[in-house]
């Protein structure tokens, strides 16, 4: 491990101007490769105290042992280099977005002298027109199969047009009408060539010109009477339609985008990029990396722009990039595009309407797949198997953790607190085992205290399933009182999870201490930097960021606070809307309705008699006492006012509002 000092450039070395510089190691490869508007403010960010940079970046600059530059004149010149040496060095601490999978493209050879429509693959070639690229291969097969009805353009190989024009003798699809056979001269490659332009128009966006000359056609062979023309004319543009529904119109006509989305956490970012060419969605893709380095949303962003359009251009540039955030040097990224293009490119953030409403759409697909992405490990055992081993030989256990249980502390400014109970087993969650719980013994706000209560209950639970069977020996503690509550805590965990640091460890620790339990290990982790921390240590374990154990514990971690967030919520909401019969103890749901239905209102329950109460089918005289002092204790709400007349609204419908919040509710 380098010490930066001893590589740092010297003061004034380093131009204040535009480049791109790289960091090497100690054997001359090339681990890093930035841009900067001035290098020296940049570079100098390098050489601060190693305690105050990012822990990802403080490994970049403890593993380099040199560093140099390139001076650039523009920002739009260091945009270029960075991409290029980034595509040929591939430095091993800068973000490199990997393709879950090779996207397939609808392809025209307009570069052959009878162009062939096929699925393409892998890099672009020159003179052929892309559309796509599409998730599915069979996807372009179907819009094809429906197109070459229209539009009968070649679609054999090579070898197979050699062939039929040797035997003079067309394929299948010449004799069906999906081929205009070009191959035994049925038409002249000028008119081939023309069916390949109008197929690429079409796929292009430019439908209606096209379809309202088809119907135009139609018609006038049916006012001349020639009723099989325009039947197959007919039968054409339904086949046309059919093969635009694929593409569901989602924006403006006219509208040329691609939209990127970003979904990320702190180990791994997801982007998805939808294509959009004549207001319809023509094409998808997806990229997931690793954040090797200290990057955010905007730095995210810029990478999937370099990536995506570092090899393009012309067309294959839209008029149109919208994304999440807008990197530092926007304005140097959106003239790189322009130059790409030919013409000018707009990059901006949506803010409202279609374009806002399509790119959370997109934004709910990388969110779909960094999930996917990251529960596709925990579907095979070997990876699940290799997971709990790294687990156990980091935090030294004596085994693999099979069960694993983690709890986490959710409130709203201390208020409603509650806390959640996931169950992972054998590296899957066990949802039949979650439990929920509420913290009863304080109010406030306190995450250390809570979770040394709910550690305790759960496992004072434990211990009374241990009594009733009989394994419960004095000598390891007093054991609870039974108070004959079904069986639900009765399997101990090898491993107890917390979300938090050190005062969150220590807490869960010293529960299971005071109910003398020494045999369930407990660990922490920490969402800021995702670091373990185990009881009584002063310093965090920090698994490699590739380890399966690391993503395992991540997924038990982040499932626990899900599951917090969602009680918590409902308990508020709850709590919110809640009404005062909702204090009557026993009274249910049924019974609050008939008595709503029958006086109409609280208001009018509150002023009720005992006897009139009584009068309600299924409410007995003590339960009629119990509402009418329950009622009594509660303080009414002031009246409604009508703002624009002054008078007072009379309390008649809006009480059954009170306690339909709670249908449908978790106890």
Known sequence: MADPSSYRPEPGQVPDSPGVYKFRDEHRRVIYVGKAKSLRQRLANYFQDIAGLHPRTATMVTTAASVEWTVVSTEVEALQLEYSWIKEFDPRFNVKYRDDKSYPSLAVTMNEEYPRVQVMRGPKKKGVRYFGPYGHAWAI?????????????????????????????????????????????????????????????????????????????????????????????????????????????????????????????????????????????????????????????????????????????????????????????????????????????????????????????????????????KTKRASDLTTRSRALEEIAEALELDGAPLRIECFDISHLQGDDVVASMVVFEDGLARKSEYRRFQVKTFEGQDDVRSMHEVVSRRFRRYLQEKLKTGEWDAEDGEAPEDDGRPKRFAYPPQLVVVDGGQPQVAAAKRALEELGIDDVAVCGLAKRLEEVWLPGEDDPVVLPRTSEGLYLLQRVRDEAHRFAIQYQRNKRGKRLKAGPLDEVPGLGESRKVALLKHFGSVKKLRQATIDQICEVPGIGRKTAETVAAALAGAVPAGPAVNTATGEIIEDEASAPAETSSERGTAP
């Open 141 to 373: 097969r179907e819009t094809v199969d429906l197109m070459l009805r229209v539009f009968p353009v070649r679609t054999c190989s090579a070898g197979v047009f050699k062939r039929s024009a040797q035997i003079g003798r067309p394929c299948l699809l010449g004799y069906i009408g999906k081929c205009s056979a070009p191959c035994v001269g049925r038409v002249t490659p000028e008119e081939h060539r023309e069916l390949a332009e109008d197929f690429c128009d079409f796929m292009a966006g430019r439908t209606g010109t096209y379809l309202s000359r088809l119907e135009k056609q139609m018609h006038e062979a049916a006012e001349e009477m020639e009723y099989e023309k325009a039947a197959r004319l007919r039968d054409d543009i339904g086949a046309l339609r059919r093969a635009m529904e694929k593409n569901a119109v989602v924006l403006a006509d006219a509208t040329d985008a691609d939209l990127i989305a970003v979904a990320e956490d702190e180990l791994e970012a997801a982007v998805q990029i939808f294509h959009v060419r004549g207001g319809r969605v023509r094409g998808q893709r997806g990229w997931v990396t690793d954040k090797v380095e200290a990057v955010d949303t905007a730095g995210l962003v810029e990478h999937a722009l370099q990536q995506l359009y570092g090899e393009e251009k012309g067309e294959a540039v839209p008029k149109e990039v919208l994304v999440p955030a807008l990197p530092e040097d926007a304005p140097a990224l959106g003239q790189w595009l322009a130059d790409r293009r030919g013409s000018g490119v707009s990059l901006r953030i949506p803010q409202r309407g279609d374009k806002k409403a399509l790119m959370e759409t997109v934004h709910r697909n990388a969110q779909q797949s960094l999930a996917l992405h």
